[in-house]
């Protein structure tokens, strides 16, 4: 499906989440500020129609250390995971 503006203004307002799972959700592309920039995530799976990574998406967060990566996405942005545990 599709997340609407309340759905991402509900995730941008949690702070603590463990795991965040999209990959059944339809979205190519992120907003680089979909989250709160300082959410505790530690394990992230994008959407599967993800075909673009944003430009600094998890800079510097600590926390993240695991991600999950659509085959088909195309670009990887600058930073994107730069100074997280992402390894």
């Known amino acids: 499906g599709v997340l609407n503006e309340d759905d991402w203004a509900v995730l941008k307002g949690m702070n ?14 992120l907003s680089s500020d ?3 920039e300082d959410v505790l995530l530690y394990n992230f799976k994008f959407s599967n129609t993800t075909t673009r990574i944003p430009d600094g998406l998890f800079y510097e967060n600590k926390t ?4 999950d990566i659509p085959e088909n996405c195309e670009y990887i942005g600058e930073n994107a995971f730069c100074n997280t545990n992402v390894r």
Request: hydrophobic residues 45%.
């Open 16 to 29: 603590k989440l463990y795991e965040l799972d999209l990959s059944e959700i339809d979205c190519e592309e």
């Open 34 to 36: 979909f989250l709160n």
């Open 64 to 67: 993240l250390s695991l991600i």
